[in-house]
């Protein structure tokens, strides 16, 4: 125990500490005597009553302790029974209605850490349970009340992406009625759902579906598309974040463009197309990014833009500006949505399967720009080596997913995308062999396995093995050595063009955005939710949400619910105008502070500032209470509420003290 | 030394909230039994765990002491176990110098779901420090 | 014009502060000519009092400066802590300078303010032992000497009626007198973590004893310099090729003598031996807190972890105050042995916190007091 603080209170008030060991049924008493436990919490000092429940959680055991607070007049309540992250929040609420601070409220833990792992020890897991009752006691008898603050929360949000999930969660947001900045890095909305043609489990064609929803945002009258623009700096926190958003230059009025393309026309430079129709085809240096862009305006490529002059003599409404300067804005929000979507899988660095070595390996991606009716070559599926009809078509799937040489997550739509590509090709060509090459088919969701089932009925082959060698002959055909190990046959598979199901990435362009918000990233590259089951779309960081492919790789419907469930999590802050901060945060004893400045760079949610008087700050909307600055504070001037020193320290002493046996 | 069949240890762990002691509940969960050795003391993250505590554990009596916490790159609190690790190097290295033996101190990472992992580890330490017996730090007269 | 990175010999232009001072009154005179030209508002010197004792003062007046002119190899003080929160000029063997650049990096002294005149130390001596060694090993009265000097591994003193005698400094420490146990295996001989380093070493021929050989470090050396020589307080030269030969020869036999007694004094125990070790050497401690307060590199205040988590009630275990300390110092502790020198209870504290600092210091790559850019490893967030 330390010299600093004493064992009682500030007001040195006479502690009255209530005990409450719960049965929970049997899966406490059937290992620990419970009441042997009350009995002996109740010799110890400052506890005023220790009783046994059943079911300390149920409506009655909580109105017993509401009762005995009341009654017993009690300023500190314990509960030994399971584990706190279950009902914590409930016994604190129920202390809070009975007058008590939740704070003043400890947690044993004798289920899940004594009475299930000690079924057949019952002196063992008594004597134990005594003494964690007896560290809480400890602990209960030093607790301190605390408060949690409101802070007000402008009503404005911002969706950084403007794919599927962004769109969703801007509409929805802006349908709720607040104000939406939906920051878009590329010259249109859309993602890359505009790339694609069909979708399943559907097939129905992509831009068709999406095209009317590019239109709706446009047009909500709660949504301000910034496209072609970046967030460069986030500051503040919870409904109160200031953003700093950079507009790039398109080199075009957009207020004075309308899409018409007669600059287009008259562009003498031709460079293949990578951001829209990847690489295949071409644009010209100034473009509109794709017939159903929103905005449908031209921007200018200036790294291959020769200054001709061209396009602004062919511009009839003067809105080439080749001098145009990037513009910023500062936005203040109260809540970030963060959509950025994905990366398809590059087999290219390790030349899977033999792309980039043989001309007729293409990615679905590829795929899809081929066959889609607006693409380059206006849906002809024709193969690169020489631009003629493939007749046998193989896909390989987990291309870059399930792999211990690049990712070893699943993807999730991979599977669906090609049995609708060998679909659309079977429809198309009637004529043609289809191949699949897989490991698995993972089908699960409405309509999918259906989706399956057709596949299979329209002579699709299935075979299930993974190319383990990829060759070409000199007609530039490729030769895909397999074993089907359904059938246990190898066979060298001719084909005409192979497509891998490339999976999904996380973009690396996105590590910035990533950064300035500080979000976690996850194992898988992408960012990490705050609970994988409990709270998909949350983040750590209150205020900031995320959703669609940034959580992960999924599927457009999948996208499209975590669009809104975004909205729905941030206009939680937006309706209530206001937001709780973390009860448990740092405070810091001046007197002992020494302004070494060590704790400032150890926050990583900057909730520490030495300010002007070269005093310690402490940003408390900030502060979630992690405790790691009261751990490099050399003097112990900061300590972290409710997990202060004495208070650990008295646990600690309470496991090894004297038990009149 | 105390008689070794008897005698059974007692091993502070202190584990953070999201997961080490989620993982203490997961092995409860999956009913993984375990020797009554080990008392859980809760902090919100490992990087609150200060090596001063960890040594007013062995003063205290502890017989081994366990720093536990999320997989890096997992932490609730961004890199509070990256916190963790750097001190507790400091730790390690002072514990190697003092003479305590390498088995009471231990330095893990556990996630909420990895609860049979949990349960392995607090039978091995159980076991390792059963051999070697009570801590030479600990007082007259605690047990 | 005086460059960095220039080694010069000079000596004081004041014909008194040369022949009192140790080897040419150039520190002094420095110091004096920063003070006189407002380049600092003090300057942190030594008053003598007698051969083995004198008192930091921190002064304004040039005279007093003046006066403190000479070294004591008997005063083995740390200067760094007066020179926090204050804009001054100090000397300061390579410990003390070791200090201060501690100190900047927790805040506590601003380097911008701070002028630091470096001298060589080949090691200090305890006062009150040494006055013994006279009796015992000199057959000599202390109150009859009048100066001391450290030549060629030799200490030698000189008494009121003229004479002089020499001792090997190695066969003083074989029989337990010599230097302060930490200066025999400190291995910084010369300061080149300061403005200016100065010293005797390398300076020879007919200005051998009145000339210091000085290296200028950096900015702030190179304008303590300037200045000196425009107030007219110094003169200096550039020094020879053999003189700069002979300082690194010096200093080579010196950090290798170092690196020989850190090796033997540091022989790691057999693991069994060393808890009961550490227990017995700190039961001693009676709790007076005069390491922490004399530890030049704690900037801690009164209270602080090591004071905060400690109980005079669990005393008996294993002191959590110098638990609390050798952690904390486990990436900075300089070797100065203040600590030491202040125990009422003889606990051998430096030997002790270095038998931690060193493998630590090693392990993570980290020399404390040398580069003020360079944080604590214990201050950064991760592993790097």
């Not at chain 3, 070790?277 to 009164?302: F, M, N, Q, T």
Request: hydrophobic share 35%; proline share 5%; aromatic share 6%.
């Amino acid at each position: 125990m330390t010299q600093q603080e004493s064992t009682t209170n500030e007001e040195a008030e006479e502690l009255r500490i209530g005990a409450f060991i719960c049965e929970c049924g049997v899966n406490i008493a059937g290992a620990v005597d419970c009441n042997a436990v009350a009995d002996y919490i109740s010799t110890l000092p400052n506890v005023t009553t220790a009783v046994v429940n059943k079911y300390t959680c149920s409506d009655a055991g909580q109105d017993e302790i509401k009762k005995a607070i009341k009654e017993l007049d009690l300023n500190r309540v314990l509960v030994a029974s399971c584990t706190p992250k279950t009902h914590e929040p409930i016994f604190r609420a129920c202390v809070e209605e009975a007058g008590l601070n939740p704070y003043l409220f400890e947690f044993v833990n004798i289920r899940e850490h004594c009475s299930w792992i000690h079924m057949w020890e019952k002196e063992d897991a008594t004597r134990k349970a005594k003494e964690l009752v007896r560290m809480g006691v400890a602990r209960a008898a030093l607790l301190e009340p605390l408060q949690s603050s409101e802070v007000p929360v402008t009503n404005k949000a911002l969706v950084i992406g403007a794919g599927v999930t962004g769109m969703q969660a801007a509409m929805d947001i802006g349908d709720m009625g607040f104000q939406v900045y939906l920051v878009e890095a590329g010259p249109s909305i859309g993602g890359k759902m505009a790339q694609l043609d069909k979708t399943f489990p559907t097939n129905d064609c992509s831009i068709c579906i999406l095209g009317p929803k590019m239109v709706e945002v446009n047009r909500n009258p709660n949504i301000e598309i910034m496209s072609y623009s970046e967030v460069e700096e986030v500051d503040g926190y919870v409904g109160n974040f200031d953003v700093k958003v950079k507009h790039k230059a398109r080199y075009v009025d957009i207020d004075l463009c309308t899409g018409c393309n007669s600059c287009v026309e008259k562009c003498p430079v031709e460079v293949p197309y990578w951001e829209f129709n990847e690489g295949i085809g071409t644009r010209k240096a100034v473009y509109v990014p794709f017939p159903q862009a929103v905005p449908l305006r031209a921007l200018i490529d200036k790294s291959i833009c020769i200054d001709c002059g061209a396009c602004s003599k062919a511009c009839e409404r003067g809105a080439i500006n080749m001098d145009q300067e990037d513009t910023f804005s500062d936005l203040e929000v109260g809540v970030i949505v963060v959509c950025v979507g994905y990366d398809v899988y590059d087999p290219e660095p390790n030349h899977d399967f033999g792309f980039g070595l043989y001309d007729n390996v293409i990615t679905t991606m590829e795929f899809e720009r081929l066959i889609n009716a607006s693409g380059p070559t206006m849906g002809k599926v024709v193969r690169p080596s020489d631009v003629v009809q493939p007749k046998r078509i193989g896909f390989v799937q987990c291309v870059g997913s399930r792999d211990v040489n690049s990712n070893i997550y699943c993807s999730s739509f991979c599977c669906m995308a090609s049995l609708k590509n060998a679909q659309l090709i079977k429809e198309k060509y009637p004529d043609s062999e289809v191949y699949i090459m897989y490991m698995d088919m993972r089908t699960p969701f409405r309509m999918y396995e259906e989706f399956y089932n057709r596949a299979r009925d329209m002579d699709i082959h299935f075979i299930r093995g993974r190319p383990a060698e990829v060759t070409e002959n000199e007609d530039q055909n490729i030769i895909a050595r397999i074993e089907d190990t359904l059938t246990n046959k190898i066979e060298n598979l001719e084909l005409d063009m192979m497509v891998l199901s490339v999976g999904a990435v996380s973009p690396e362009s996105t590590e910035k955005i990533r950064q300035i918000l500080k979000v976690s990233r996850a194992a898988d590259g992408f960012m990490m939710e705050a609970h994988p089951k409990l709270k998909p779309v949350d983040t750590t960081l209150d205020g900031i949400f995320i959703g669609g492919m940034t959580q992960g790789p999924k599927d457009i419907p999948y996208s499209i619910s975590q669009g809104s469930a975004c909205a729905a999590r941030a206009t939680r802050f937006l309706a209530q105008g206001k937001a709780l901060t973390e009860g448990i945060t740092i405070a810091v004893d001046e007197d002992i502070c020494v302004r070494c400045e060590v704790c400032v760079p150890m926050c990583p949610f900057q909730a520490l500032k030495m300010d002007d008087d070269g005093k310690l700050e402490i940003i408390t909307a900030l502060c979630k209470g992690c405790g790691t600055c009261a751990v490099a504070c050399p003097t112990g001037a900061l300590q972290q509420s409710h997990y202060k020193n004495n208070q650990i320290l008295a646990q600690v002493k309470e496991v090894f003290a004297y038990e009149e046996v | 030394m105390a008689d070794n069949n008897d005698w059974e240890p007692k091993i502070v762990a202190f584990c953070c909230n999201w997961c080490s002691y989620g993982g203490a509940d997961t092995a409860g969960m999956g009913r993984f039994q375990q020797p009554a050795s080990t008392r859980v003391i809760r902090v919100m993250c490992s990087g609150r765990i200060d090596p001063l505590h960890v040594y007013n554990a062995f003063l205290e009596g502890a017989d081994a002491v366990l720093v536990t916490g999320c997989h890096l790159g997992d932490c609730h609190y961004v890199n509070g176990n990256e916190k963790t690790e750097l001190k507790y190097q400091f730790l390690e290295e002072m514990v190697k110098q003092l003479g305590l033996e390498p088995e009471r101190l231990h330095l893990n990472w556990i996630s909420a779901s990895e609860g049979e992992r949990f349960a392995n580890f607090i039978n091995d330490v159980t076991a390792k420090v059963k051999e070697i017996g009570p801590s030479p730090l600990k007082p007259e007269g605690v047990s | 014009m005086v460059e960095v990175g220039d080694k010069l010999v000079g000596y004081a232009t004041d014909d008194e502060v040369r022949k009192r001072g140790a080897s040419g009154g150039l520190v002094t005179a420095v110091l004096a000519a920063a003070l006189e030209k407002g380049m600092v508002e003090s300057v942190v010197v030594l008053k003598h009092i007698d051969e083995y004792e004198a008192v930091p003062i921190i002064t304004d007046d040039v005279e007093e400066v003046l006066a403190s002119t000479g070294s004591m190899h008997s005063v083995p003080v740390n200067l760094a802590k007066y020179a926090v929160d204050r804009k001054v000029a100090m000397p300061g063997k390579p410990c003390d300078i070791k200090a201060v650049i501690e100190q900047s990096k927790r805040n506590k002294i601003d380097l911008d303010n701070t002028y630091l005149v470096g001298l060589n130390c080949g090691g200090t001596m305890p006062p009150v032992l040494t006055k013994q060694m006279l009796i015992e090993m000199y057959d000599i009265d202390p109150e009859d000497v009048v100066g001391e000097d450290i030549e060629k591994g030799k200490l030698i003193y000189r008494t009121k009626d003229g004479n002089e005698k020499a001792i090997s400094i190695e066969e003083l420490e074989e029989a337990g007198f010599g230097r302060r146990k930490n200066c025999q295996y400190c291995q910084l001989k010369i300061p080149t973590n300061s403005d200016l380093a100065c010293g005797n070493w390398g300076v020879i021929g007919d200005l051998a004893g009145s000339a210091t050989f000085c290296e200028v470090m950096n900015e702030k050396g190179k304008r303590l310099i300037e200045n000196a020589v425009e107030a007219g307080r110094i003169e200096v030269e550039p020094a020879s090729d053999k003189a700069i030969a002979i300082r690194e020869k010096v200093n080579g036999v010196m950090v290798k003598m170092g690196e020989t007694t850190q090796e033997k004094v540091f022989t790691q125990m057999p693991d069994e031996e060393r808890l009961p070790y550490y227990r017995e050497a700190l039961a001693d401690c009676i709790d007076c807190g005069g390491c922490k307060l004399a530890c030049p590199v704690c900037s801690c205040g009164d209270d602080a972890k090591c004071t905060l988590f400690h109980n005079l009630g669990d005393n008996y275990k294993m002191s959590m105050f110098h638990l609390v300390r050798l952690l904390h110092l486990s990436d900075s502790c300089i070797g100065c042995g203040q600590c030491t020198d202040v125990c009422p209870v003889d606990i051998p504290i430096t030997r002790i916190q270095m038998s931690f600092s060193i493998p630590a210091q090693t392990r993570l790559n980290y020399k404390p007091g040398m580069n003020a850019d360079e944080k604590p490893p214990f201050f950064e967030v991760m592993i790097q």
